[in-house]
């Protein structure tokens, strides 16, 4: 039977190197008086509860761990081999008794972090022939037989009907058994909680609870751990037990690992960078994964790296010294919800070819949106020389190049535009060049970053009106429409203005051709006292502008202010209600929508 390495309980820790002979029974020993010494070798002896109480007191039964035996005067006949044990073990008895009062308080708070003690797999047979006891149950927060994610919390309920001391073992779906909580006293009709991260693998997860009137021993519980359906032969119906069980979701999302170059000609003791590309099944990069790299022959810089924010990585690759087909192979261990995902790369090592150097000169390296330069790049072999006619790959996650391969002059160069995209905050890109390689060159590569500054917005119109003062509404907007009728007298000019009453609505559409980063509005609005017009932008408040109750003069004008946040790409509505008493009106002359 395979070894049990139980938490500290709730009845008291043993140390598990201070192991003596037991000396219950032998000639000279004041615990002779016992017919049946067993000898053995055995932990230090430790209290156990009387069998009329479940609590450990003063002047209970001692005995020892291993044979069993008791009796009451243990601290006289054993005084002499405790003491020889702690006079040998000082030191390591502090470090234990303070690891064990750490994981016993843990414990008792359901904190503590429970550990793996032993492989064992519970048939579906076993589990459920479990008896149910009315006098102890189990349950968890979603109820029996719920699902739960990977990473998911979970909170275990556990209740007992009378005092006793409780174990709760949990089977996990692949195989390991953990003992959440180990030896607890609890109260009858009190509920104790537990709570722990769901994780995994993937299955039915199934929970135990033993109750009994006294603490249960190492060997005991690993007996009753791999025979639970057979606790009268172990506690002799001095026990309860109940059981739960739920399930575990494997949900994983599926991962994709590209790398490159994918099938590449060296020549014998060459260098070559392999990029590693990590992003979800929907193209989602995943920014800080581990990636483990091995080759069949040859070496790397390093055996592990880790991804970027573009979910790029990349290593060296340094080539054998005899000729041959290598493989670089990149993998992804999968994480709590991220499926794994590998790559392979082959690499043809043969005679020794000449090495190259790509390197690129841009036009310049922060753009603004749409922008369009010219990248240059020059293709070198290691004496500096030019290398023409051959053929240089480029590449850029967005924007436009001209071209996705251009070939070198004679002076090595070769060229392409590309055209930065238009983005609403500014972004980062490489752009690489790549040349291939050949017999008789070996490959290269080269890249530079470019930032593309945020679109600014590029207006068609910088003024919007609307104006009643001729008679007959004018406006340079797309639409518009309103309730009331158009009156005059109530201005110095003698203008017409647009009389509305409580709740009748103007509404104009414009376009700005842009986004504009902000703006005003103006009104000129006459009316009753206590009237006013309530401003909106395409749904969004802008506020309420009181009416004058004089004439309308030049300079009663009133403006409220409209942020890049209140305009829409496209057509905006510019919405003004009138407001006030009952029977009060409101004079409306013109509005001016300026960015």
């Known amino acids: 039977m395979q070894s049990l390495l139980l938490p500290p309980s709730g009845g008291g820790a ?19 008086f016992l017919r049946r010494p067993c000898g053995k070798s055995g932990t230090t002896p430790v209290a156990r509860p009387r069998r009329n109480s479940l609590n450990s007191v003063p002047g209970v039964p001692r005995l020892c ?53 032993l492989r064992f797999t519970l048939h579906p047979q076993v589990y459920i ?74 299955g039915t997860e199934r929970l135990v609870v033993l109750l009994t009137r006294d603490p249960v021993s190492d060997r005991d519980l690993e007996r009753f751990i791999q025979a639970p359906h057979q606790a009268d032969r172990i506690f002799h119906a001095q026990y309860a037990t109940d059981r739960t069980h739920f399930q575990v979701a494997a949900r994983m999302e599926g991962t994709v690992l590209t790398l490159e170059p994918q099938t590449v000609q060296i020549g014998p003791s060459s260098a070559l960078v392999f990029t590693a590309s990590l992003s979800t099944a929907s193209g989602q990069p995943l920014e800080g994964q581990e990636l483990v ?27 054998p010294a005899f000729s041959g087909t290598v493989t670089v192979e990149v993998r992804f261990l999968g994480g709590v919800r991220l499926a794994p995902s590998s790559a392979v790369a082959t690499v043809e090592v043969g005679q020794r070819i000449v090495e190259t150097y790509l390197s690129l000169e841009p036009a310049k390296t922060v753009l603004a949106s749409g922008e369009r330069i010219r990248v240059v790049a020059y293709l070198r072999d290691r004496e500096g020389r030019a290398l023409a006619g051959r053929t240089i790959e480029w590449e850029v996650p967005q924007g436009t190049l001209s071209a996705t391969s251009s070939v070198t002059d004679t002076s090595g160069r070769a060229w392409v535009f590309y055209t930065a995209p238009r983005v609403a905050t500014t972004r980062d890109f490489d752009l690489v060049a790549r040349f291939p390689g050949s017999a008789q060159y070996a490959p290269s590569e080269a890249f530079v970053t470019l930032t593309v500054e945020q679109a600014r917005p590029m207006l068609s119109e910088a003024l919007f009106f609307v104006d009643f003062s001729s ?19 109530f201005s110095v000019n003698d203008v017409s203005l647009l009389e509305m ?14 986004v504009p980063e902000e703006g005003a509005v103006y009104l000129w609005v006459q009316g009753d006292p206590n009237t006013r017009v309530q401003v909106t932008l395409n749904g969004k408040d802008l506020g309420t502008v009181p009416a004058v109750t004089g004439l309308l003069a030049p300079g009663t004008e009133q403006g409220l202010l409209a942020v890049a946040g209140d305009f829409l790409e496209g057509t905006n509505i510019l919405r003004i209600t009138a407001e006030g008493p009952a029977r009060g009106v409101v004079r409306f002359q013109r509005v001016v929508v300026v960015f």
């Not at 002499?80 to 414990?107: C, D, H, N, P, W």
């Not at 008679?471 to 007298?489: A, E, I, T």
């Open 293 to 319: 790299w091995s080759t069949s022959d040859g070496s790397l810089a390093t055996a592990r790296t880790v991804t970027d924010a573009r979910g790029m990585s990349r290593n060296t690759f340094y080539a």
């Open 14 to 32: 043993t140390s598990p190197t201070s192991t003596l002979p037991c000396g219950l029974g032998r000639r000279g020993n004041r615990c002779s």
């Open 129 to 202: 022939s479990i008896p149910r006891s009315v006098d102890v149950s189990v349950s968890v927060d979603r109820g029996e037989g719920a699902t739960y994610d990977i990473g998911d919390p979970i909170t275990i309920r556990f209740r007992a009907t009378r005092d006793g001391y409780v174990n709760l073992i949990d089977y996990l779906p692949g195989g390991d058994v953990q003992v959440l909580v180990r030896n607890r006293f609890v109260r009858a009709g009190i509920s104790e909680t537990y709570s722990k991260s769901v994780t995994g693998p993937g």
């Open 65 to 117: 761990t291993t044979c069993g035996n008791s009796s009451r005067p243990w601290s006289v006949a054993c005084g002499i081999m405790l003491e020889k044990v702690k006079e040998e073990t000082t030191m390591q008895r502090r470090g234990l008794v303070v690891l064990a009062v750490v994981l016993f308080v843990g414990s008792m708070m359901g904190l503590a972090r429970a550990e793996v003690l």
């Open 501 to 514: 009453r409580r709740g009748e609505v103007l509404e104009f559409y414009f376009s700005p051709g842009g």
């Open 471 to 489: 008679g007959s509404p004018k406006h340079n907007g797309s639409r518009l429409s309103y309730q009331g009728k158009v009156v005059s007298g």
